[in-house]
């Protein structure tokens, strides 16, 4: 059986925590939002029953010839989104910070569900963005 711990172990070491904006010419700031959470290994079975655990969808690629299939499992939808992070988020390490703004970002988005994005939303993804970086910070 899948925990809590495990899941957010899975999180923190094989999975991102993700907001970021992308241009888009079609709405009148010119980007949306995306939300993600994404979880990737090649272990079949165990990311089988993390996608039916957290109501994610399964995806699965090859890197080539000689290379093992990654299965990645993702959330994009903000209300599976927010119920999965408050689920692990006290179990979180490494991205608990990503977590916990992720969670405003995604209660916000339901209150404004239709609206432009607000100031906040942005700064929230913004940031997001920033602890994701790799390298020299």
């Known amino acids: ?4 711990e495990y899941l957010a172990g899975f999180i923190d070491g094989e999975g991102s925590i993700s907001c970021y904006k992308r241009k888009d010419i079609r ?3 010119g980007f949306t939002i995306n ?3 994404s979880i990737g290994n090649t272990n079949k079975e165990i990311m089988q029953e993390i996608s039916e655990l957290i109501k994610g969808h399964l995806f699965v690629k090859s890197n080539g010839i000689n290379s093992k299939k990654i299965y990645n499992v993702q959330i994009q939808d903000i209300a599976t989104i927010k119920e999965f992070l408050e689920t692990i988020k006290d179990k979180l390490i490494l991205k608990k ?3 916990e703004l992720m969670i405003v970002y995604c209660e916000l988005r339901q209150t404004n ?3 432009p994005y607000s100031k906040r939303e942005i700064e929230i993804a913004e940031t997001i963005t920033k602890l994701n970086k790799r390298g020299v910070k």
């Not at 059986?1 to 809590?4: A, C």
């Open 27 to 29: 709405t009148k700031k």
């Open 113 to 115: 569900s239709g609206k």
């Open 97 to 99: 910070q990503q977590a």
């Open 1 to 4: 059986m899948i925990t809590k």
């Open 35 to 37: 939300s993600i959470i």
